[in-house]
């Protein structure tokens, strides 16, 4: 290994580096460090362990300095393998930028796209990939459904090639496309007593049980920012971390939620769950895409975040829709108890 900085630099490029690591061991190294194991890096790798082992060792020699801790009980990258992982996700993703702008010159419409995305974004997200899919048979596509601190852990590690969150970052260094909208409304079960009322004060609404999101869900913060509001708390019965749980809970009579439109889609106004007119809702969200101001997007992924902007408007439509669906049957049960008096 040469001893100083004018020989380990040839022409601006850090030859040692070039000279003395592959990109096989990088992806080795990466491998290593995403799954938190030799063994299952081999797994993914196909590789024996030993090779995996010899070729991480390599690597670790050429840069001089430790690249991973495993005196816990988790193996860990150390500052100086972040920093590496960083570097390797950043060659990485550009080597598969490479790949899709050749097969375009090919005439070939094919590469990869990684996308994560907030809890709640679930109930939407594999649609619009399927639709994506279909223009573009030859993209890859997979989706991490997550919540917002892993999400964030993944945009700083550069995981994935795009985000969609339910609200804009304050982080300086994201850039965030506002798509599409994330109506959240007052649910209850279809037998509660206050289906057919009108008008439904905040005030009352924290008077009955209430079944919450769990710490950290964008949709809590906004619907206890709504109620702080109002001078008051919901009165949490219980908390669940699933939407779907949730609505389980909502229709066996443990009382009522706030939860995104969204997450009746499927359903419909047909479901076992009435929206409650209450003041004050829906409570007008919206979906972002999100991305690092320093990511240089693939091709792929700025046709997706094209498409999904184009996609909006129908997204839009499909919410007046299904939010008007619940108002109709509101009002048709409204008139059929007044006949009945
Ligand atoms: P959540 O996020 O699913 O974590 O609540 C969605 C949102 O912020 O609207």
Redesign the pocket.
């Known amino acids: 290994m040469p001893e100083n900085d004018d020989t380990r630099f040839k022409g601006g490029l850090p030859d040692y580096l070039i000279r003395h690591t592959t990109f096989r061991q990088m992806q080795i190294f990466e491998a290593v460090v995403r799954l938190g194991s030799f063994t299952k890096a081999a797994e993914e790798l196909f590789l024996t362990q030993p090779t995996v082992s010899t070729q991480f060792k390599k690597l670790s020699d050429a840069m001089e300095i430790p690249l991973i801790d495993q005196s816990g009980r988790v193996l860990k990258a150390t500052e100086a393998g972040s920093e590496l992982y960083r570097t390797v996700r950043n060659i990485f993703d550009s080597l598969a930028d490479l790949d899709t702008r050749i097969a375009e010159l090919k005439g070939l419409k094919r590469g990869r796209l990684r996308l994560a995305v907030?809890?709640?974004?679930k109930y939407f997200a594999p649609e619009l990939l399927g639709d994506f899919s279909r223009l573009y048979p030859g993209v890859d596509v997979s989706l991490k459904v997550t919540?917002?601190d892993s999400l964030f852990t993944r945009i700083n590690d550069n995981e994935d090639d795009l985000y969609i969150?339910?609200?804009p970052s304050n982080d300086n260094n994201l850039e965030s496309h506002c798509f599409a909208p994330?109506p959240l409304v007052v649910i209850a079960a279809k037998d509660h007593p206050l289906v057919n009322q009108t008008n439904i004060s905040i005030k009352r609404i924290a008077e009955e049980p209430f079944i919450a999101?769990e710490v950290?869900?964008?949709?809590?913060d906004?619907a206890f920012k709504l109620f702080a509001e109002h001078g008051c708390v919901p009165k949490v019965r219980m908390e669940l971390g699933s939407n779907e749980a949730i609505k389980h809970a909502v229709f066996g009579g443990l009382g009522v939620a706030v939860l995104?439109l969204h997450t009746l889609s499927l359903e419909g106004a047909n479901g076992p769950f009435e929206v409650l007119d209450v003041e004050g809702f829906p409570i007008q969200?919206k979906w972002y895409l999100v991305h690092r101001k320093d990511k240089e997007l693939s091709v792929i992924t700025s046709t997706f975040l094209e498409f999904a902007k184009s996609i909006g408007p129908e997204i839009t439509r499909r919410m007046e829709d299904l939010y008007e669906q619940f108002a109709k049957l509101h009002r048709e049960n409204r008139k059929a108890c007044a006949n009945s008096e």
């Open positions: 907030i809890t709640t974004a919540n917002r969150l339910g609200q994330n999101r950290g869900s964008g949709i809590r906004t995104s969200r």
